[in-house]
């Protein structure tokens, strides 16, 4: 099984050639998002943050309440749904937010997956990949990996300057 990442630019193509039924929007509150068909809004899970890593005034800094409802998700998804359909995750640009979705996803799945390896495939897959190291953070912490993820997420530093992220498939453990 896969998590696919990509920008919301490619969502659409992306889940038509994927066959996903499940997303994860990662986005500026406010920005309109048309989920794609056969996605059904019980399958949509929207998360409105600003691609920031400390609190701003009049910015939605990624929280615990977003990381938490992305794992609620994520379980729901992996214990129901993933052998059927793989699951998307998107930002804007599939640089920060989504990247660290898809991370945060694989650690979460297998919690015996070493998370430098991940970090390290990530970078590999997607040149421009800059997980945004706040959600990553706070995931660490819910998930107990005391601090490999983060560790992982920056040992990779950051991506090569891209206005759009390529898009890529991350292997799960099923």
Same mark, same amino acid.
């Given at each position: ?24 929007? !990662? ?31 009049? @910015?939605?800094?990624? +929280?615990? +309440?977003?990381?938490?409802? !992305? ?28 990247? +660290? ?23 590999? !897959?997607?040149?421009? +990949?800059?997980?945004?190291? &706040? ?27 891209? @206005? ?7 292997? !799960?453990? &099923?």
């Amino acid at each position: 099984m896969e998590v696919h990442v990509c920008s919301l630019a490619r969502l659409g193509a992306t889940v038509q050639a994927t066959g996903a039924r499940h997303v994860v929007t !990662l986005i500026n509150e406010g920005t309109p998002v048309l989920c794609p068909a056969p996605v059904r809004p019980e399958n949509h899970l929207f998360l409105g943050m600003n691609d920031i890593v400390m609190p701003m005034d009049g @910015y939605v800094a990624p +929280a615990e +309440a977003h990381v938490q409802s !992305l794992l609620g998700f994520v379980d729901e998804w992996w214990r129901g749904h993933a052998p059927s359909s793989p699951l998307v995750v998107h930002c804007w640009a599939g640089i920060s937010r989504s990247t +660290a979705a898809a991370f945060i996803t694989a650690c979460a799945v297998d919690p015996q997956r070493d998370e430098a390896a991940l970090a390290a495939e990530i970078r590999r !897959l997607s040149p421009a +990949a800059t997980p945004n190291i &706040r959600l990553v953070t706070i995931a660490d912490g819910m998930l107990g990996r005391r601090g490999r993820m983060v560790e992982a997420i920056q040992s990779i530093g950051r991506g090569r300057d891209a @206005y759009e992220g390529d898009p890529f498939a991350l292997k !799960l453990a &099923r």
